[in-house]
């Protein structure tokens, strides 16, 4: 199983270099942890030289999930995006807010991400019984 955040090695999402260290500072009157890849590269000087990028905060967005609450997280999450879709389809599923128009161009776009990430024979026919699975329902 893949680590779930970046650490020392990983790809930076902000700047595609390799990360040499993950750093986590305090910043604030609420004293708000936020997220730092470290990055160090020789200089033309011959010199060791650093830069940061930031990835977000350690823990969440407290002002934005104010008013969003879908658990968003900073760039040290690698599975965020895939957490943020099950957020907010748990919300649909809820709230009802969502028509069948809607819901079947959702549909229409998540079966273009299928065709595209099922490239295997077996990751074919897994597509095609959760497939039919539905069209089962319908029936
Ligand atoms: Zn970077």
Known sequence: MDK????????????LSRIDSITIREKGKYKRQYVYAI??????????HR??????????????????????KGRLEKDRFVEYLESIL????????IDTGKALELFDKFMELLTKV??????KKKVKEVLQGWIDKLK
């Not at 748990?90 to 807010?97: D, H, L, V």
């Open 39 to 48: 990055h160090f590269y020789k200089g033309g000087d011959g010199k060791r």
């Open 51 to 72: 830069y940061e990028c930031y990835l977000g905060p350690a823990n969440e967005y407290v002002v934005a999930e104010k008013t969003n609450n879908i658990g968003l």
């Open 4 to 15: 779930k955040t970046l650490t020392k090695g990983d790809i930076c999402p902000v700047c």
């Open 90 to 97: 748990t919300y649909y599923k809820i709230s009802k807010e």
């Open 118 to 123: 099922a490239v295997s024979e077996d990751d």
